[in-house]
């Protein structure tokens, strides 16, 4: 073991760098914070965060091998260096902002950019694994910033049989289990999760699951009815009205209907799903379809809360986070469906809906090097406790 990685193990406050792309690949999210401590008794202090812009060409190239009959084994072996150097220059360019030198930085907690998710134990050449791909090699990361970096965290839960997602549940349960209230914590990203944390919650307390779409129907269809990459203060949608027809035909999704555990993204939601739904329903104004699809990531929420959670514990607060909520339609559909409870945002210790996730993957970094395992059995199916992360140096 190096003297740098010996010295890290025994900090107990370290200077660390978290990184996200999410589904929508249109940004790596970075943000600069501090540690102190680990586990549930992690303080956290917020530095400073940037949004990264992915560029297009790069972001279409995703899209394009994130889908089974478009995918190309030359092109994502590519990717997986090429995005590594796109998450590096997010994190030169936040040190440069702070003025600071990658020795003041003790780790870089890099999720990379989701490719494929397995969740399904499907039979392949009499093998019934769950798995989990996830591109922009920490080895990269950390080479060309000079900075340890851990990256690749879900595939640890997958090998216990867990579905290696969500995550953001471990986050959820240090930062927000509340003395005296029940609470759900709400992402909504390219897909929706949430959490679920009875008063005075322990670990094994929490429960949590993809709910089903957040903004990757919604991003898919801007870009094909208008070519833009989603829609700014929901502009669109504000012009249109929900159709009956699409409505009812996304109810018939299983996803969203499945019991939990569950785990999802793009290779539900993404491309193919979406080219059925326009070759189904390309009579339709474009509006109409845009308002009928946000309505759609607010009912799913509701939907899975009445069904999977509320028979279990009665909420009083909704928390929210992720780019959804920033979309006011979807926002007030949430406030409408969640009558008597108190729905806002997140935002706790400079802690926000933008930079909640990146903190998420600065958090897994600070407990793989202290050697804690961060995967919880009941959110994700997984058989038993393990570390997450591979160290890259």
């Known amino acids: 073991m190096s003297k740098k990685l ?11 760098i978290g990184l996200l792309s999410g ?29 990264h812009p992915v560029p297009q060409n790069i972001r279409m190239a995703v899209f394009k091998n994130s889908v089974n009959n478009t995918a190309e084994l030359e092109e994502i072996t590519r990717l997986n260096v090429i995005l ?16 600071l030198n990658p020795a003041a930085v ?19 050449i009499g093998f019934r694994v769950k798995s989990t791909l996830q591109i922009g090699d920490p080895a990269v990361i950390a080479i060309l910033t000079g900075i340890t970096t851990i990256g690749d965290f879900r595939i640890a839960d997958c090998a216990v049989d867990g579905d290696g997602a969500p995550l953001v549940p471990f986050l959820d349960h240090i930062l927000f289990t509340h003395k005296s209230k029940n609470r759900a914590l709400l992402n909504i990203g390219g897909i929706s999760n949430i959490t679920i944390l009875k008063k005075n919650a322990s670990k094994k307390d929490v429960f949590a699951f993809d709910t089903g779409p957040g903004n990757m129907i919604i991003d898919g269809l ?4 208008f070519k833009k990459k989603f829609d700014k203060n929901a502009h669109s949608a504000k012009k249109g009205a929900v159709n009956t027809d699409l409505f009812g035909y996304l109810l018939n999704d299983k996803m969203f209907r499945k019991s939990p555990p569950k785990s999802t993204g793009r290779e539900h939601y993404g491309a193919e799903f979406q080219k059925k739904l326009l070759a189904k329903f390309n009579k339709l104004n474009k509006y109409d379809i845009i308002r009928t699809v ?11 809360y009445n069904n999977f959670i509320k028979p279990v514990c009665v909420i009083e607060e909704l928390l929210i986070s992720g780019g959804g909520a920033k979309n006011p339609l979807i926002m007030r559909a949430l406030k409408n469906y969640f009558k008597g409870v108190s729905v806002n945002e997140v935002k706790q210790n400079g802690i926000n809906s933008m930079n909640k996730e990146a903190v998420l993957f600065a958090v897994l970094a600070n407990e793989c ?22 160290i890259c140096q």
């Open 369 to 390: 090097i202290s050697g804690n395992p961060a995967n919880m059995n009941r959110v994700t199916g997984s058989t038993k406790d393990v570390i997450l992360g591979k």
């Open 23 to 51: 589904t929508s690949v249109d940004a790596v999210d970075a943000v600069l914070l501090q540690i102190t401590g680990n586990g549930t008794s992690s303080r956290i202090k917020i530095i400073d965060f940037i949004e």
């Open 294 to 304: 946000t309505e759609f990531t607010a009912y799913s929420v509701w939907y899975n």
């Open 106 to 124: 003790d780790l870089i907690g890099s999720h990379g950019q989701t490719i494929h998710h397995l969740p399904n134990k499907d039979n392949y």
């Open 6 to 16: 010996l010295s890290l193990l025994r900090k107990n406050k370290r200077t660390i």
């Open 222 to 225: 801007m870009y094909h009815l």
């Open 84 to 99: 590594g150097a796109v998450f590096a220059d997010a994190v030169l360019k936040l040190l440069r902002k702070n003025n």
